[in-house]
């Protein structure tokens, strides 16, 4: 079993920022891919950003490129995600989510989530 906890949310202007942590405990991570989604009032849950655990490469969704980016510190079992220049339209709860990762052939990465934390709430008010 794993559990992942998030951390870091609330209320901020628009172009402020702020970080997310998800700590992670439990089984091993060595295998799991990590990542972060959002999900605004009424809509579907979205991906965010994703980080594989076995390197370095991340991922992020059009609308965070160049002002969010997703980073993890092994030795704590964390993964943060940092974001800058926040939009009113990043308002969201924000889930901390570990997996397996896939990229398709056109480049979007897919994460299938294994485990999800209990999300944070972000609000950026304008």
């Known amino acids: 079993q794993v559990q992942l906890v998030e951390s870091g949310g609330g209320l901020v202007q628009a172009g402020g920022s702020l970080r997310l942590s998800c700590a992670a405990s439990g089984r091993t991570f060595s295998s799991y891919a990590m990542g972060w989604f959002r999900q605004a009032p009424g809509k579907e849950r979205d991906f965010v950003a994703a980080?594989?655990?076995?390197?370095?490469?991340?991922y992020y969704a059009d609308s965070v490129k160049g002002r969010f980016t997703i980073s993890r510190d092994d030795a704590k079992n964390t993964v943060y995600l940092q974001m800058n220049s926040l939009k009113p339209d990043d308002t969201a709860v924000y889930y901390c989510a570990a997996g397996s990762l896939t990229v398709l052939f056109t480049g979007r990465p897919v994460l299938k989530a294994s485990y999800w934390g209990q999300g944070t709430q972000v609000t950026v008010s304008s």
């Open positions: 980080i594989r655990w076995s390197g370095s490469s991340t």
